[in-house]
T-cell receptor, first 114, second 111 residues
Framework: SQTIHQWPATLVQPVGSPLSLECTVEGTSNPNLYWYRQAAGRGLQLLFYSVGIGQISSEVPQNLSASRPQDRQFILSSKKLLLSDSGFYLC?????????????FGPGTRLTVL | RKEVEQDPGPFNVPEGATVAFNCTYSNSASQSFFWYRQDCRKEPKLLMSVYSSGNEDGRFTAQLNRASQYISLLIRDSKLSDSATYLCAVTTGAGSYQLTFGKGTKLSVIP
């Protein structure tokens, strides 16, 4: 069966510090991968998605970036965090392209920027 | 008009009640529809997909109305454990595997 992991679970960072969040999927190959942010009082906002290694599409221009160095690894980064980057960061996956399918979420990382 | 809209609630209902949520979407090319459940400070989890013919899973029934561009979720015989936020999700367009989520409707089932 497939599982998705995210770490860390919680993070408190000062403004201007760098960020690196990691997501890995087990039990599948070539998944589509997604990064979402859920800010307080707001809905899920799609940040990035990837259909393969090194293939990243950005949905919202901002100070965040994503990378996919391995098939089942997706990383969200920032060089300098802003207060507005606080939120609940969720990674999700779907089976490889070829059909519309359900997205399954990891447990998330709760980020607080102070 | 926002892409996907939901009544934020909260819906406070007694145990055993029937409650219904609606979700409207703006993209007529959307093909797939889902309901997710999100517990406080947890990730969303798939509750059910919504098919054109409607579908039922125990106490939960989901329906799609393409003409009016909305989906609905009906929960019968509410349990305390049903308390959560319910998110609807819609594909962004024909053939797309990207989902747009509503902000969610909060349900509280009261003893």
């Amino acid at each position: 069966s497939q599982t998705i992991h995210q770490w860390p679970a919680t993070l408190v960072q000062p403004v201007g510090s760098p960020l690196s969040l990691e997501c890995t999927v087990e039990g599948t190959s070539n998944p589509n991968l997604y990064w979402y942010r859920q800010a307080a009082g707001r809905g899920l906002q799609l940040l990035f998605y990837s259909v393969g290694i090194g293939q990243i599409s950005s949905e919202v221009p901002q100070n965040l970036s994503a990378s996919r160095p391995q098939d089942r690894q997706f990383i969200l980064s920032s060089k300098k965090l802003l207060l507005s980057d606080s939120g609940f960061y969720l990674c999700a996956w779907t089976p490889p392209s070829g059909g519309i399918d359900t997205q399954y979420f990891g447990p998330g990382t709760r980020l607080t920027v102070l | 008009r926002k892409e996907v809209e939901q009544d934020p609630g909260p819906f406070n209902v007694p145990e055993g009640a029937t409650v219904a949520f609606n979700c409207t979407y703006s993209n007529s090319a959307s093909q797939s529809f889902f309901w997710y459940r999100q517990d406080c400070r947890k990730e969303p989890k798939l509750l059910m997909s919504v098919y054109s013919s409607g579908n039922e899973d125990g106490r939960f029934t989901a329906q799609l109305n393409r003409a009016s561009q909305y989906i609905s979720l009906l929960i019968r015989d509410s349990k305390l454990s049903d308390s959560a936020t319910y998110l609807c999700a819609v594909t962004t367009g024909a053939g797309s595997y990207q989902l747009t989520f509503g902000k969610g409707t909060k349900l509280s089932v009261i003893p």
